[in-house]
């Protein structure tokens, strides 16, 4: 008795993950890596230093920490 549930269970294991399970969309195939993240930390031009795409400063497609080291260049 208790073979047969098991394998009865086992059946609808196979047809839910097999069939009804929804699989995560893999974006992996979009090569969008021109556009840096909002969290992602660039060099500044000026000073060296590295500060987040969202406080950084760009002049002439170049980061700057500061306003001070955009007037620097």
């Known amino acids: ?3 047969k549930v098991l ?3 086992g059946v609808i294991a196979v047809v839910y993950f097999l ?3 929804k699989k995560p969309l893999n974006n992996s195939n979009k090569k969008d890596n021109s556009k840096p993240k909002t969290n992602d930390m660039v060099e500044c031009a000026g000073c060296g230093t ?4 969202d406080e950084s400063i760009i002049s002439e497609n170049r980061y700057y920490c500061s306003s001070e080291c ?4």
């Not at 590295?50 to 795409?53: A, P």
């Open 50 to 53: 590295y500060v987040s795409i």
């Open 1 to 3: 008795m208790i073979l």
């Open 70 to 73: 955009v007037d620097k260049k």
């Open 19 to 21: 069939f009804i399970k």
């Open 7 to 9: 394998l009865v269970l």
